[in-house]
């Protein structure tokens, strides 16, 4: 099955201070702001939707194809996604523009302030789906995930066009999308995935009740923090997924876009949903357990335990034969 995932391609810059931003404002000065942080530590990480999810579908043996607008300070990321199976060839490089980066710095009482550079990401708009189509003899399915609004709603758009299957994925998109750009996202979409604020925000947006979304979309998969996830169809009884077995947690980042690429990595083996959720859970943990969206280490062996300590030895055996 030939995916290809669309969205972000980002760099986080997360830069750490060791005193209180409160201790180094004046309220009566707070006009005339000017400030300099001396920073301890400097942490920066590969993100994006779009490349976390490519990154953990490319740890299943999947080569999925990454589609996305970066700079030309793209290479050594582009050398490390391709390390590990992903596709980069159709990534649109930018001639202006640096790849989109989220700076951030946090003081001891972990309060931050961050700002986000979009950069070439505003440039995805002019991604065409048909000649990476055509590159790699057809895709099966397009996540449309958080990127610059007019690109997901063209990709969404075109995907109906072409009778391509396509994923529905607005994430934090869905708060600067008006109601009609995020009606054209989700209808029609194989899959949509939201946590349970985003579902919310999902219904408000386009006005519609969980009922009429369920009648536009194939299947709603809405992730539950830790509590799991859940899988909603039309005139089906909801099923509720439990969160895989944690060992320590050390840092979220990353966890639904490696919830995603298990599923979709279980979905493309023909798994029922349910274990396609399951999957997507234990991947999900794997991304807690390490510091950064891209650092986790998957294994067949560590995959399969987790599946059998989360869900018992039928989730192993069934998911076995194709890790």
């Given at each position: 099955m030939r995916i290809a995932v669309a969205g972000s391609i980002a760099t986080d810059h997360l830069m750490s201070f060791e005193g209180r931003f409160a201790e180094q404002i004046i309220p009566e000065q707070i006009q005339?702001?000017?400030?300099?942080?001396?920073?301890?530590?400097?942490?920066?990480?590969?993100?994006?939707?779009?490349?976390?999810i490519c990154f953990g579908m490319g740890r299943f043996g999947l080569e999925p194809v990454l589609v996305g607008a970066a700079g030309a300070d793209f290479e050594d990321y582009r050398a490390w996604?391709?390390?590990?199976?992903?596709?980069t060839s159709s990534v649109y490089i930018s001639e202006l523009r640096h790849t989109a980066r989220f700076i951030c710095?946090?003081?001891?009482?972990?309060?931050?302030?961050a700002s986000f550079y979009a950069g070439a990401m505003a440039e995805a708009r002019n991604i065409e789906l048909q000649p990476i189509s055509e590159r790699v003899g057809g895709l099966d399915l397009v996540l449309v995930g958080a990127d610059d609004p007019e690109a997901m709603v063209r990709h969404s758009e075109e995907c109906?066009?072409?009778?391509?299957?396509?994923?529905?994925?607005?994430?934090?998109?869905l708060a600067r999308m008006e109601g009609e750009k995020v009606r054209t996202l989700i209808e029609g979409a194989s899959f949509l995935f939201t946590n349970e604020y985003e579902k919310a925000l999902a219904e408000q947006k386009?006005?519609?009740?969980?009922?009429?979304?369920?009648?536009r979309v194939g299947t709603r998969i809405t992730t539950l923090g830790a509590k799991g996830a859940r899988i909603d169809r039309?005139?089906?009884?909801?099923?509720?997924?439990?969160?895989?077995?944690?060992?320590?947690a050390v840092d979220p980042t990353g966890m639904g876009d490696a919830f995603r690429a298990g599923f979709l990595a279980a979905h493309s083996w023909g798994l029922a949903l349910e274990r396609a959720a399951q999957v997507g859970n234990a991947t999900a943990v794997h991304c807690l357990?390490?510091?950064g969206p891209q650092e986790y280490t998957l294994t067949s062996e560590s995959l399969l335990e987790r599946l059998e300590k989360s869900y018992g030895a039928e989730a192993r055996a069934e998911v076995e034969p194709f890790v």
């Open positions: 005339q702001l000017s400030l300099s942080f001396l920073i301890d530590e400097l942490d920066v990480r590969r993100g994006g939707v779009a490349a976390n996604l391709e390390r590990h199976g992903v596709d710095t946090t003081d001891r009482d972990q309060n931050q302030i109906r066009t072409r009778g391509i299957a396509f994923a529905a994925d607005p994430s934090q998109q386009t006005g519609w009740s969980d009922r009429e979304v369920l009648s039309r005139d089906e009884p909801s099923v509720h997924v439990p969160a895989a077995v944690v060992g320590e357990e390490a510091d």
